[in-house]
């Protein structure tokens, strides 16, 4: 019998048509806009005199720009403001669903989709944003495109594509105390490095992401786009279907029941060929921080900051020494012993209801250190921050030195006033660490929820497994 | 969309790996809502000694000197030569748009990051994917001669070096018909809205919830 992979029915039941250069037309069944990467295809769209395909595919949504407080204000810079006014007259204009600044279901585009229930599984999810992988978690083949490719899906609901090849990242095992599936998504990224997924489709697969939550399960497909891979995806199971149930666009009553029936079939099937197999075994990970100006520059919290005489080979020597220079680390250094001026809660990453109760788990009953300046929680959405709130989170932060902020991507990348100055310090729970992300000459150090908090406390990073 | 057949032209070189698309176009210029104009803050955080905004006059301002593109002999570049996993992270269409508007034509380097390959190719732009002991090999040569140039046949998939060195390149049927005629995709998709009409009826017969 023909055995297939997860990736190859939801690329198989997509196809609409293929070249003899494996060129593929791929139906698109979700498309979620932002005002960052959309209004030059808006523009397009009504230059060549066009309009969208399917608006109700489609789901909109400011959250780049957003300032994090006083938002009944408005947005004080002027060409944040017009980015999402245009957005704004945009759906307008087309009939797109917006939740608009304002909205308490307004919240990060990769937040706000599955709170919602707008990703599905079976379904093929695309954004004008690289992490976008996130939605794979519901056994979605879900990715980020540029803006040309947002305008021809809007004019067309399709997408032209070439068949990634496959990627099983096999995780097995029961994860130790205080180790999260961001600490898995960065052991596999130093693992395999940041170019390791290129050109590939990654599923995450072994009893240890099958023992994970969605909230976790999104946050491993998040970072898949940073191990390169466009798309991270997860076989959906009960664990998804009781995530979805009763959500707004989720379907309800017959079409659930039948939903259901074909949604259990999208899983790798037993004995399906990958192209590459990489195992990990759940018992060898620590909780993971980065040290330099890539993702796959990252140790485990209990090493040291490597050592640029180690490196493989000479350009990675010299990409060593220009992100320990960046970073103002020096080799050999423990990775306990680094001091922080701020601290980041929040993102696509990690800006989820279970990132804001575990990192006020951790912060219970203490204080944020003197040496941090900042230390701040951004919810992922206006619905995580009222279940936040409901369940008295926020007080718990706010009580610790926390500040505690309105929905949005914030620091993670900074194109809001939320940013580090040059030569500040971040722990940080979001995705990149690259020169400038959060700020010009900013140092960013990615960590889970838990290690975030814990180094505001401590005014260093500690190992959180060992509190 | 430019069309692209055949270049001659000035090589400069990106010695370093994972190039980011942060890198390219820091996020303070995605504010704009238009498509052009991004070429001066093409690399904006390497190239210059201040901080830059939108809005700003570059002219104006102080170029920091140690960064490469900044060097005389690197002026007028067409041809970049990068390295391994040029152009991760974000999807950002900006950042081919912001190399082509700086006056890049093609990038050569042993990778690309997947949406930066694909997003090259909307924008007249060729990435040109070639083994790293060849890349290594151009690298030297760059660097050792000024005005170094290379001559890129996309027809014919052929780059040749000044001494007359042929290095075959590989490129999608379909991505090299749409760059030699200057096509943009939606409307030889259009062509095809038979075929995903009758999809699509298909495809919510079976999944009406969607």
Not at chain 2, 135 to 161: H, P
Request: charged fraction near 25%; include cysteine.
């Amino acid at each position: 019998m023909n055995t297939q992979t997860l990736y190859d029915k939801l690329w198989n039941s997509h196809l609409v048509r293929t070249e003899p250069d494996g060129t593929a037309l791929i139906y698109i069944d979700r498309h979620l806009v932002h005002e960052v990467t959309s209004p030059q295809a808006f523009e397009g769209l009504r230059l060549a005199q066009r309009k969208p395909w399917s608006p109700i595919s489609m789901l909109a949504v400011p959250d780049h720009n957003v300032p994090t407080t006083k938002r009944s204000g408005g947005i004080a810079d002027p060409i944040s403001r017009l980015q999402v006014e245009t957005l704004d007259a945009n759906c307008n204009e087309f009939g797109i669903t917006e939740f608009k600044m304002n909205d308490i279901r307004q919240g990060v585009v990769h937040v706000m989709g599955p709170e919602q229930g707008a990703t599905l599984p079976g379904m093929t999810v695309v954004c004008g944003d690289s992490h976008t992988s996130t939605h794979g978690a519901f056994g979605a083949l879900a990715h980020g495109i540029g803006t040309s490719e947002v305008e021809h899906v809007m004019a067309t609901q399709c997408l032209v594509a070439k068949k990634s090849k496959s990627m099983l990242v096999k995780v097995s095992g029961v994860l130790r105390n205080g180790v999260t599936a961001k600490d898995i998504a960065l052991a596999v990224i130093g693992k395999i490095g940041t170019a390791g997924g290129t050109g590939y489709a990654i599923e995450f697969g072994g009893d240890t992401v099958r023992a994970l939550s969605m909230e976790a399960r999104m946050t491993l497909c998040n970072m898949a786009i940073e191990a390169g891979a466009r798309a991270g995806m997860i076989a959906a199971d009960d664990t998804t279907f009781a995530y979805l149930k009763g959500r707004p666009f989720a379907p309800h009553g017959a079409q659930w029941d039948q939903a259901v029936t074909y949604w259990r079939t999208l899983h790798s099937d037993e004995g399906a060929k990958f192209d590459t197999l990489v195992e990990l075994n759940a018992a060898d990970i620590k909780p993971q921080v980065t040290w330099g100006t890539s993702p796959e520059m990252v140790v485990a919290v209990d090493g040291l900051v490597p050592d640029p005489e180690n490196a493989p080979d000479a350009v990675k020597r010299g990409d060593w020494e220009r992100a320990l220079a960046y970073m103002g680390l020096q080799a050999n250094m423990p990775i306990e012993q680094i001091k922080i001026d701020k601290v980041f809660i929040g993102s696509c990453t990690n800006g989820r209801i279970e990132d804001m109760r575990a990192a006020a788990a951790v912060a219970k009953g203490k204080k944020v250190a003197g040496n941090v300046m900042l230390a701040m929680v951004v919810p992922g959405s206006g619905l995580v921050k009222a279940q936040a709130e409901q369940e008295g989170l926020d007080k718990i932060f706010i009580a610790a030195g926390f500040e505690w902020r309105d929905p949005g991507c914030s620091m993670c990348l900074a194109m809001n006033d939320d940013r580090l100055s040059p030569g500040e310090r971040c722990a940080s729970t979001s995705n990149r660490n690259f020169e400038g992300r959060q700020g010009q000459g900013g140092r960013t150090h990615l960590v889970s929820p838990e290690m975030a908090a814990a180094a505001a406390i401590a005014g260093h990073f500690v190992d959180v497994s060992k509190l | 969309m430019n069309k692209f057949t055949l270049l001659d032209g000035l090589v400069a070189p990106m010695d370093r790996a994972n190039v980011d698309t942060d890198a390219i176009i820091p996020k303070q210029f995605l504010k704009s809502i238009k498509r052009s104009g991004f070429g001066p803050n093409a690399f904006d955080e390497w190239r210059y000694l201040d901080h830059g905004e939108p809005g700003m006059d570059n002219s104006k301002r102080q170029l920091n000197p140690d960064f490469v593109l900044n060097q005389a002999r690197y002026q007028g570049a067409q041809v970049l030569l990068a390295r391994e996993n040029f152009g991760c992270g974000s999807s950002r269409e900006h950042a081919p748009w912001a190399l082509e508007d700086y006056g890049f034509r093609v990038i050569i380097a042993p990778s690309f990051a997947d949406i930066f390959f694909n997003n090259c190719f909307k924008n007249g732009l060729l990435p040109i994917r070639l083994a790293e002991d060849k890349v290594d090999a151009l690298f030297k040569a760059a660097a050792k001669a000024v005005g170094y140039r290379l001559t890129i046949d996309l027809e014919k998939q052929l780059i040749t070096t000044p001494d007359g060195q042929r290095y075959a390149f590989e490129v999608d049927a379909h991505r090299k018909y749409c760059l030699i005629n200057g096509l943009d995709d939606i409307g030889l998709t259009l062509k095809h809205k038979d075929d995903i009409k009758s999809f699509e009826a298909k495809h919510r017969a079976a999944q009406p919830w969607l």
